[in-house]
């Protein structure tokens, strides 16, 4: 059974830098076929794919996100790390890890979401 589980700050100031970690238990990183991403839904809004990283760790990011994001892994820990600098309240979201298909980019494990909100 593969489990995904999110841990990380709840509250971020803005102009920081947001960090997330995707703990992964039943699976490993370097099995093909599969990638690990980082989604987000805003309030009120639909969800928002941020960046994934690759069997072979190869890094991957949404054009509107890509000049502030930065997604790596630790093989020995089985874990995947999202950094997002220069945060603003716009960055506030619930915010999910997930595995992707590399055929369809579709998500077939999803983390339960941690809540992340931007304000002073």
């Known amino acids: 059974q593969v489990q995904l589980q999110e841990a990380g700050p709840g509250l971020v100031k803005p102009s920081q830098t947001l960090s997330l970690t995707c703990t992964v238990s039943?699976?490993?990183?370097?099995?093909?076929?599969?990638?690990w991403s980082w989604i987000r839904q805003p309030p009120g809004k639909g969800l928002e794919y941020i960046g994934y990283?690759?069997?072979?760790?190869?890094?991957y990011y949404s054009p509107s996100l890509k000049s502030r994001a930065s997604i790596s892994r630790d093989t020995s820990k089985n874990q995947f790390t999202l950094q997002l600098s220069s945060v603003t309240p716009e960055d506030t979201a619930v915010y999910y890890c997930?595995?992707?298909?590399?055929?369809?980019?579709?998500?077939?494990?999803w983390g339960h979401g941690t809540q992340v909100t931007v304000s002073s």
């Open positions: 039943g699976a490993s990183f370097t099995t093909y076929f599969y990638y």
């Open positions: 997930a595995r992707l298909d590399s055929n369809w980019f579709e998500a077939d494990y």
């Open positions: 990283i690759t069997y072979s760790g190869n890094s």
